[in-house]
């Protein structure tokens, strides 16, 4: 999403003493009932900790003589922190963040903005709140469910439309790094030597790892770039993108090792929390710090200490790749020792907290969460991760579900406001069918293939809005229609055997590698796909040339 350009913000006046602090309150039904009994607008931020016009709006638009006055005496304030709440944000956010959004005491949208500066929200809360205001907006409608699947190839043709082959990356003005076209190019790289994605896949990672977006000095990768030749970045830094660019990088490492490796420092250095072993949410944007030479930096930017639970599964995944491909089995390690507290925000039936005491049951975090706990088990041999990863999804599959055949809404269909009307969504779907298709692969007990395909056939019935952003459907329903080969290593435990350490650093996407403690003669492996299994080796190359074999079978 991208964030809004607003133009230079006046000076704000300081406040009289007598201006009140602004009353803000959680999302929850009483805040809503109090508008309903009040008969009151009202007053919606949506903001994040590492966000920089959000601290903008904080310390100027709201500090505004007269705009905390009006917001208390005539508004209910609802403040929402986007990443403890993305089910909020994904239904109210404006275009970006900060958000700013009057809503009926129902929870209607009667208009919305992103940053507005003072003496415009001023104005605009003297409007909506003037009795004489006639503001009214329909309600949202009930999402209607998408009917037409968009083919890959179509997805295909959008993402080399959307590719910029100057300055490379997808889209205009700003760039994203777009980490989930990234890897579905590398699918197409590794399965058909797809030369066209071999390029833009190529070009974009080494404009991301060696312009702006790359921080060169403490490492990490900001967040996004403003101008489109990477150069200029916008400077906070987030678990859940390096959980994602890692596993990208990882995928492609010999060119970009250095970047991995440094990336990886990055996390471990400032994200890491040594107590629980678990990894904190964001570190805060600060231009003034990033511009100053390193040795005149002092008082780095704060961290959001927050352990957001699909976050943290992204990160348990990627590490237990890149710790194969770096050669530091130590990495691994230490994404056990994660999912062991990822494991404390599981329910005995499975459904996911997103963080402490937060919101539970969204689709997003039950997938992450899966998808971590699926990586430990795997490279550990270990059933009770293994079993955990089917816990979670299953707590999706039985309560999410939209219907027979249809895929997974994005959270339970209940709630206020517009949380009332559950969503089907293409990337939700999308990670579910593919975590499922590796349980499969893994034999892990349930319908997961038959649950796989139909997740994926909902993904692409969603993608026709989309654009380049479908490319997850597109490659999950690539990696459904491919041969899987499963290649189980003899060892369960620490240390992780050779075969499999050498396995986990393939970036194959039809290969799945996972420790076994029986079925294997001890210190060799052994590759299947269906019912066809080549012989037990302990010999890489011998392994390898079985592996092929078997994936050109149909």
Known sequence: MNQPTPPPATPAPKPPAQEPAIPWLEWSEAALQRARDEKKPIALHIGATWCHWCHVMDEGSYTWAGVASLLAERFICIRVDTDRRPDVNERYNQGGWPTFAILDAAGEVLIGRTYVPGMELLALLRSASDPASRWTLAPEPAPVLGTSAVDAAVIYARVQEAYDPYNAGFGEMQKFPHPMVLDWLLDRVHRTDDAWSREAATKTMAAMATKGMYDHEEGGFFRYATQDDWMEPHYEKLLEDHGRLLGVYAREAKPRAATLESAVRWVLATLHDPQTGAFFGSQDADESYYRRPRAQRSDP?????????????????????????????????????????????????????????????????????????????????????????????????????????????????????????????VHGNAAFARVALLLHAAGVPGEWRIRAEEASRAALAESEDWGFFAAPAAAVAERLAAPIVTIKVAGAGWPIPPLLLAGLSDPHPDHVWIGVSEGVPAGMAMACSGSACGRPTADYAELMRSVTALGVRR
């Open 301 to 425: 930017p704060p961290v959001d200490q927050t352990v957001y639970a699909g976050w943290n599964g992204l990160i348990i995944a990627a590490l237990v790749r890149a710790g194969a491909v770096l050669g530091r089995p130590g990495l691994i390690g230490v994404a056990r020792i994660a999912s062991a507290h990822l494991s404390t925000m599981i329910a005995p039936d499975g459904r996911v907290s997103r963080h402490a005491n937060g919101v539970s049951g969204l689709l997003e975090d039950q997938v992450q969460v899966a998808e971590g706990m699926y990586a430990v088990g795997a490279a550990f041999g270990d059933d009770a991760c293994l079993s955990a990863a089917a816990r979670v999804m299953e707590w999706a599959w039985l309560n999410l579900r939209v219907g027979e055949g249809q895929g997974l809404y994005d959270r339970l269909p209940e709630g206020l406001g517009r949380l009332r009307h559950a969503r089907r969504h």
